[in-house]
């Protein structure tokens, strides 16, 4: 079993920058694919980034390339989206996700989800 918890969201001005945390319990951390995604109500959640167990490998969609980076520390148990430069077409509430299956971290059928955090961006 694993358990997420996310924080660092909040209310920013268009350009700037937030780092999200997701602090995991259980031991099995380390060795599963993380993700972030993102939900808009009354649109579907959106997958965002995700980071291979290792931190070798990274995904991320078109639109935050350049601008979020995702990363992790193991030895935390804790995974992080940094979002630089944000806009109003960010504004969302992020989740952070595991799975001991990588595919289903990419495709957004984890099994294990966070709770969420609001990020809101003003123009």
């Known amino acids: 079993q694993v358990q997420l918890e996310e924080s660092g969201g909040g209310s920013v001005q268009a350009g700037g920058s937030l780092r999200l945390s997701c602090a995991a319990s259980g031991r099995t951390f380390s060795s599963y694919t993380m993700g972030w995604f993102r939900q808009v109500p009354g649109k579907e959640r959106q997958f965002v980034a995700a980071i291979s167990w290792s931190g070798s490998n990274t995904y991320y969609i078109e639109s935050v390339k350049g601008r979020f980076t995702i990363s992790r520390d193991n030895a935390k148990n804790t995974a992080y989206l940094q979002m630089n430069g944000l806009k109003p077409e960010d504004t969302a509430v992020y989740y952070c996700?595991?799975?001991?299956?990588?595919?289903?971290?990419?495709?957004?059928?984890?099994?294990?989800w966070g709770q969420g955090t609001q990020v809101t961006v003003s123009s």
């Open positions: 996700a595991t799975d001991s299956r990588h595919d289903k971290v990419i495709t957004g059928t984890c099994d294990y």
